[in-house]
Nanobody
């Protein structure tokens, strides 16, 4: 599966941004999806993830109540709505895919990665 993330930018602190990730090459509904980020000087971390059918989600504590993941299997796209952005949300955001619905919060389980899109939150 090929993944391409879109929507990065320069939002202000307190603002909102929506990222999209378009998938191609394999049936999208086969994959659990995640948004993973890497801030400058830090390791990659799972931000949020969603199961193949969208029935279950995972959110890291640092985004709970602010970010929302959703998917549209008919459009082969997963979204990340980011609200109440903070400067510490500045990072490159990647979408990633894996076949199983198990362990969607575990970064090492993701087999397929997109190229990343940069989000820089200004204060």
């Amino acid at each position: 599966v090929q993944l391409q993330a879109f929507g990065g930018g320069l939002p202000q602190a307190g603002g909102s941004l929506r990222l999209s990730c378009a998938a191609s090459g394999r049936p999208f509904s086969m994959f659990a999806m995640a948004w993973i980020r890497q801030a400058p000087g830090k390791e990659r971390e799972v931000v949020t993830a969603i199961t193949r059918g969208g029935g279950s989600t995972y959110y890291a504590d640092f985004v709970k109540g602010r970010f929302t993941i959703s998917r549209d299997n008919a459009r082969n796209t997963v979204y990340l709505q980011m609200n109440s952005l903070k400067s510490e949300d500045t990072a490159v955001y990647y979408c990633a895919a894996k076949y199983s619905n198990d362990d969607i919060h575990v970064i090492g389980r993701y087999d397929h990665w997109g190229q990343g899109t940069l989000v820089t939150v200004s204060s």
